[in-house]
């Protein structure tokens, strides 16, 4: 099994922090299943590694579809595929900023009229697919195709104790103890990111079989970070 599998987020529960955006999608979710209708589409805005993949995927199951994601930019055949042999699912277009603005232009009409409009003049006609952009870069989005977006929830800053809990879950999804002041120290020297909780925890468990009984400062040491998260780069930076 892939380590992102065990790290893998697959239910809200479980999905730690993010109250209000969590709260706000429950609500459109719900709202969408009991009228029988489509999600709209949704623009998730927030800092690299902070779960938006994990979060579309989670939008997916709890709609009972089939979720597929892409990262922009996207060649037109691949976009044509989208439209016509994926209806129903959840699509997740990822760095929707790195297109170009011609390309972001290309979707105005796919979110808002359900049409994908080809160089050759084609149109391409779609239905029931609820497509998931999201951006790290939001004003690098051109403000037409922001404004499309029925449902742009932004990501909020982790804290700390939020960190700690995201800790835990992937050290318990490996069989890794850890004490709940081993956990807010991994939380806290993961600099406010879930992702690079990863490394931290893929690190503590390949020194477990490697030294046998490594502390979480052997991880750190590893992975040249401090306790607040600071990599030798960062520490040039600022000092």
């Not at 900023?97 to 972001?104: D, E, G, I, T, V």
């Not at 318990?172 to 991994?186: A, D, F, G």
């Not at 990863?198 to 490594?214: E, H, N, T």
């Amino acid at each position: 099994m892939a380590l992102d599998d065990d790290f893998r987020v697959a239910q809200w529960e479980r999905f730690v922090g993010q109250p209000r955006m969590k709260q706000r999608l429950k609500v459109h979710i719900q709202a969408a299943l009991s009228r029988d209708e489509t999600l709209p589409h949704v623009l998730l805005s927030g800092p690299p590694g902070f779960g938006k993949t994990s979060l579309s995927a989670i939008i997916a199951k709890e709609l009972g579809r089939t979720f597929k994601a892409f990262t922009m930019p996207l060649e037109e055949k691949v976009m044509v595929q989208i439209a016509l042999k994926m209806h129903g699912d959840v699509i997740l277009l990822d760095e929707v900023h790195r297109a170009s603005k011609s390309q972001q232009e290309k979707l105005l009409p796919l979110i808002e009229d359900n049409e994908l409009h080809l160089k050759s003049g084609r149109i391409v006609y779609t239905n029931d697919l609820t497509i998931i952009a999201a951006t790290t870069e939001r004003d690098k989005v051109i403000a037409p195709l922001y404004d499309r977006f029925t449902i742009k929830p932004d990501f909020e800053q982790y804290t700390d104790d939020e960190l700690g809990q995201i800790v835990a879950n992937m050290a318990s999804n490996l069989s890794i103890r850890l004490t709940e002041e081993e956990q807010v120290k991994l939380g806290k020297a993961s600099g406010g990111v879930p992702r690079n909780a990863r490394q931290l925890i893929a690190a503590l468990r390949d020194l477990q079989q490697v030294m046998g009984d490594p502390t979480v400062d052997d991880a750190l040491d590893l992975c040249q970070v401090d306790e607040n998260g600071l990599s030798p780069q960062h520490r040039k930076l600022l000092f």
